[in-house]
Every structure is written in C-alpha cells, then in structure tokens.
C-alpha cells in the first residue's frame, strides 16, 4: 500500500484527494486511522499531493500579535452556541461586511463544509462537532472565490486550515481569513454512525446533532419530520435517554501514539418524527 504520507499518521484534511487531477487517491478511514493511498496505475509521480500534504511539509507557525478572551455580546448568540459564541459573532460580522463564510454543519448524515453570505442563516454552523468533519471538495471552490476577488472566512480544525492555506497559496492569501480551533484529535464519524445503528437510528433520518450546550455534554439529535405519521402516533413515542460508553481509538495531537478510550454519552431525542421508509 503506498500512501501519500506515513502510514496511519494522515490527518484526514482531504487536500490531496481534491488537489490530484488524476483521481488516483482514496482516502480510507478505518475508525482507528485515516489513510491517503494512491493508485499506483492512476499516479504520474508529479508529487502534488505530497506536496500539498501538510504532515510532509513543516506548517508555518508565528506567536500571536496579541491574546484575548471572551464572549459574543449578543445574547441570542450565545444561547444558541456551545459556549460563548464568539466564532458565530465574528463570522456574523465577517459576513456583514461582504465576506462569505467556510465552515462545518451537519447536513444528510454527514458532517460537511458549505458557504454562507447571508448573516440570517449562519445558525446552522454553531455548536461544537466531537467527529471528524469532512472538507471533501471544498478546497478548489475556496480558492476560486478567492480567485473572483471574495474574501473567505474559513473556520475549521487546525489540520484544515493548515490544508486550506497550502492548497491556496501565499498569492490569495490576502482575502483569506481563517481561525482553527483547539484540537486534540477527533474521531471517525464511523463511530457515531456504528453507535446510532446499534441502536436501531439512521443518521440519515436525522435532521440536525447537537454535541453539547454550554457545560452540558450530551448528545441530542431531532429527527426528520414525516407529515405522514399520525399526530395520535407521534404523541405515543415517549422521549428516551440513552446512556452508553463506546470503545474507541482517536490518535491524539501531537502524539505519535494511539490511546484507548471510553467515551460516555447521554443521548436526549427531543423530536421524535420519524421518517419512515
């Protein structure tokens, strides 16, 4: 198996996926890594992804000019966030002044990356993600944005935005805006999607995840609405709460070592609409 970097220490940044013109990377994730792995029939050796992978190239790093702490003063910004809001309020205001905003939500199952230029509907990337997130195709549309004379406001992991500034380069990076946050190593999605399988849910069906509110960690997910189930059928599910502790391993940063952990949630279904299939 040839990979694009080290065996099982790929970040899963997808930036070499997006950046070969010969389609001859996959990227597998086998809940305990990720790995690149190139097709030997499809690569020409031109090195594009090495190049562009950010485990093969020292990251620019710099001391920060200064160090704050705080909080969104609007107060509805701050109930609907994990914490204190103060991504949402600086992305409210990027987008205010004609920025459009990068950042993860949770859309068909799958934790995914979209833009936003509407100040209005930037609810729907708050709210901490504890799985991995997928930037699969979102480094070329960046880059063309930037390209038109847009300025981008990225908000992702610190191995993403890593991705994104290679991807890019120094000549756009004027109008590229980004804050990454503090990460010490985020899960396979897998195991989210194993974990709701086991318990008979289709995170398909499930129309928005919360991981946790202010110091609340808990899992709470709202089902899909379907017109078709009877209002008498809706009321008769009774909200439940599940308990459970999920074995897995996540490769913590900065350390060349996999650690076992348990990980326990309560999961609260709030809406209980199912689809039904």
Known sequence: MVTVCEKDQCAGCMACLEVCSKNA???K?????YNAIIDEKRCINCNACRNVCQVNNNVDVSK???WK???ASDVNIRKKSSSGGAAAAIARSFVENGGILCSCCFSQGEFVFDFEDDKDKLARFSGSKYVKSNPKGIYKKIKQLLQSGKKILFIGLP???AAVKRFVG????EKLYTID???HGSPSPMLLERFLNEKGYNIKQIGNIEFRSKTNFALKGKRIKNENLRRADRAAIPPEILLFSLKCQILLANINIHTEIYIEFFITLIEL????S
Request: charged letters at 20%; aromatic letters at 8%; proline letters at 4%.
């Open 273 to 276: 609409n199912l689809v039904l």
């Open 159 to 161: 191995c993403q935005v």
């Open 181 to 183: 946050l503090i990460c």
């Open 64 to 66: 920060p000019i200064i």
């Open 29 to 33: 994730d086998s809940i305990k890594s």
């Open 69 to 71: 702490q705080g909080w």
């Open 25 to 27: 990377i996959n990227i």
């Open 170 to 173: 120094k000549r756009y990076e």
